[in-house]
C-alpha cells in the first residue's frame, strides 16, 4: 500500500518561507500526479498546487500563485512545495496527496493522503 509522509511545516512569522517535503514508498511515483492541499479549523480541505507525472506542468490555487512552487525529484520519490512570503491565512495543516488519474483539484479524486503537517504563521 501507497504510503505519504508530509515534513517541514512549522510556526513561523509572516513575510517568512518554509519548505514542505513528502516522501512517497510503495507507490509508483513517476506515474502520480502529486498535489498539495490544506485544511484550516472550521474549513474544507482546499487545493493549493499540483504537478503533472514529469513535473513540466503545474497548477497552482490564486491564493498561493506567484508565492508557493511545487516542484518533484522522481530520483527521490519526493514532492516539495516552497512557501514563500507566508501570511497569516496560510495557517493550516498541510496534505500531501497522489493521484493516476482525475481532476487534480478535486481532493476526492486523490489515492493516497499523506497524514499532514501543520504549518502555522503569525501576524
Known amino acids: 500500500q501507497v504510503q505519504l509522509a508530509e515534513s517541514g511545516g512549522g510556526l513561523v512569522q509572516a513575510g517568512a518561507s518554509l519548505r514542505l517535503s513528502c516522501v512517497v514508498s510503495?507507490?509508483?511515483?513517476?506515474?502520480?500526479?502529486m498535489g498539495w492541499f490544506r485544511q484550516a479549523p472550521g474549513k474544507d480541505r482546499e487545493f493549493v498546487a499540483a504537478i503533472d507525472r514529469s513535473g513540466d506542468s503545474t497548477h497552482y490555487s490564486d491564493s498561493v500563485k506567484d508565492r508557493f512552487t511545487i516542484f518533484r525529484d522522481n530520483a527521490k520519490n519526493t514532492v516539495y512545495l516552497q512557501m514563500n512570503v507566508l501570511k497569516p491565512e496560510d495557517t493550516a495543516v498541510y496534505y500531501c496527496?497522489?493521484?493516476?488519474?482525475?481532476?487534480?483539484?478535486?481532493?476526492?479524486?486523490?489515492?493516497?493522503w499523506g497524514q499532514g503537517t501543520q504549518v502555522t504563521v503569525s501576524s
Open positions: 510503495r507507490g509508483t511515483f513517476s506515474l502520480a500526479t
Open positions: 496527496g497522489l493521484q493516476y488519474s482525475g481532476i487534480y483539484y478535486y481532493h476526492a479524486h486523490y489515492d493516497a
